[in-house]
């Protein structure tokens, strides 16, 4: 039997390996990588986690300092990433504890804030998240601007 290179092709690769498994042939797995492998989608379901909240975390930033600028495509993407973090949230339960971890909201808001001066060419953005984890993620609630 040839062995496929992970390096090489990590297609071919990781279709091997699962053969390999399911025919029982654990000697001849390549351990090494298939953890890192099994790292690497955790760390990707938290990117997608990441990503989804600080597309929503700018635009309720634009929601909230452009008022004038309040449309229906920001309710809609607004809308459109609560329901797929809750559902992101419902698949990979394990996320949720990710919300109440201070440090990857602050790497998170700063990509917002990022996120909202590009796209606004605003730089007056609060240094740290004014709201609360259930009011970003509730149906309903959008912030107030300020006055």
């Known amino acids: 039997m040839t062995t496929v290179n992970y390096e090489t092709d990590v297609v071919a690769w990781a279709n091997e390996q699962a053969w390999l498994v399911r ?39 634009k929601w909230q300092f452009q008022p004038e600028r309040q449309g229906r495509s920001w309710q809609i993407t607004i809308r459109n990433q609560r329901k797929a973090i809750q559902l992101h949230l419902k698949q990979v339960p394990s996320l949720k504890a990710r919300l109440n971890d201070a440090e ?24 740290t998240c004014p709201w609360l984890i259930n ?13």
């Open 23 to 61: 025919n029982k042939m654990f000697d001849l797995l390549d351990i090494e990588h298939i953890a890192e492998e099994i790292e690497d989608v955790g760390k990707s379901e938290q990117r997608e986690l990441a990503n989804r909240m600080t597309v929503l975390m700018a635009h309720l930033l």
């Open 104 to 127: 990857w909201l602050e790497i998170v808001w700063g990509d917002a804030i990022y996120q909202a001066s590009k796209e606004t060419r605003l730089d007056n953005f609060p240094e």
């Open 135 to 147: 009011e970003i993620l509730s149906e309903l609630w959008l912030p107030v601007a300020p006055k």
